[in-house]
């Protein structure tokens, strides 16, 4: 036979996977769980679109940014057009504020918001090139209170997924006329050691010197801890902001770190920034859980209109890895506690009208009706630990009947139809 080049099996793009059932529970859980809770806080929900116009990104980012350098997923449509996968979500968020009319809403608009994002990142644990987020905006406002609130929703989303060592490093930037006088003092600092810093920190010294501080070469990283702290250079007004901001944390415990040389890898920040971190993280530069802060001057800058704002993203994947680590399961409230089995062709038919009636009263039951033999899906049932199986036979298909078993017990009983559709949700309980 003539030698058969081997073909080239299609594979996932590098950095982007699938997201497979099991790990699918955990997604979803996280998801759901940051927005139960921040909608117990009022917020509602938004989803902008996967593709924005590259400009969106580009100021409110900083272009000389890693995000917007080094990062998007640029691409030019044929018309022309320059188009990018979203790299984070707020600034679209933003946009869709200005764009929809929410400053007509009541302010602040609470917007939670949830999915997919991406950066052309090097590939490494907690670090991918599509991740998901979990997003709070709060708009529109400017009391301090607001910074407080997202955090608070950021650290009862972990809690009530059972993280509860949790550790925020936070800090001020001060706005605008602060941060003049601080870049200063700290471009003065820098040069000073100008020849121990690496060939990206040469650059940014002149370009954006708040990066110096994010540098995480060891040499830059040293000079770090002797570089002027942003708190010596507030005005009085930040500085009161950030003083009740520490308070509100304080008053509902939850636990900081005032890191005075915490910076954020995006340009739109001003006044509070803040990354999470689990309590027991260890390394030198642990993956934070999720971060975020004040974008007060985003508005005006792309907008033309002060619009104070603050929020926060979650990285789900981040928090899925930490629940996994700590052993915790997402639990879920789908999982079935009911099989249905079936056995002959008149109880397939009858199987279909018994799945869609427990649909209804939000039953979930988990069924194998390509299966014919009452082994082969008894099997099952012991495999995934389901409690009960209601078994639907020739018999009880022309009674109008069910067959309920107790799996754990073994005892069966047999129920009229109505009987059993009427009384399950109650029984269920005993199954929690
Ligand atoms: P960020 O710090 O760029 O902030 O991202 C927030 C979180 O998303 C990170 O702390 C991390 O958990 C997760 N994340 C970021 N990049 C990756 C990646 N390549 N792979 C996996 N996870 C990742 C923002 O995005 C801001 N928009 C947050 C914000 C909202 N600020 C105000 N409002």
Known sequence: MPHQPKKEMPTSVKGMHDVLPEDFTYLERVIKEAKRVSEFYGCSQIATPHLEKTELFVRPLGDTSDVV???????????????????????????????????????????????AFFRHENPQAGRFREFHQANIEIIGDDDAISDALVIRIFVSTLQSLGLKDIIININTLGDKQDRVVYRK????????????????????????????????????????????????????????????????????????????????????????????????????????????????????????????????????????DLMKKKGLKPRSDTKPKIFLIQLGPAAKKKSLILLEELRKIGVPIAQSLSKDSLRSQLNIVHKLGIPVAVILGQKEALDGTVGVRNMETGVQETLPFEKFIGTIKARLKEFS
């Open 69 to 115: 350098e080094k990062q998007m997923y640029n691409l030019r449509t044929r018309g022309g057009d320059r188009l990018s996968l979203r790299p984070e979500a707020t600034v679209s968020v933003m946009r869709a504020y200005h764009e929809n009319g929410m400053q007509s809403l009541p302010q602040p608009v609470k917007l939670f918001s949830a999915g």
């Open 185 to 320: 003092e700290l471009v003065a600092y820098y040069r000073k050691h100008i020849d121990m810093l690496c060939k990206d920190c040469k650059r940014r010294i002149k370009e954006n010197p708040l990066r110096l501080l994010d540098c995480k070469v060891p040499g830059c990283g040293a000079l770090k801890d002797g570089a002027p702290p942003m708190v010596d250079y507030l005005g009085e007004f930040s500085k009161k902001h950030f003083a009740e901001v520490l308070e509100y944390l304080d008053e509902i415990s939850i636990p900081y770190f005032l890191d005075s040389h915490l910076v954020r890898g995006l340009d739109y920040y001003g006044r509070t920034i803040f990354e999470v971190f689990p309590s027991d993280a260890d390394g030198e530069n642990p993956p934070a859980l999720g971060g975020g802060g004040r974008y007060d001057d985003l508005s005006e800058m792309m907008w033309g209109k002060r619009v104070p704002a603050v929020g926060s993203a979650m990285g789900v994947e981040r928090v899925v």
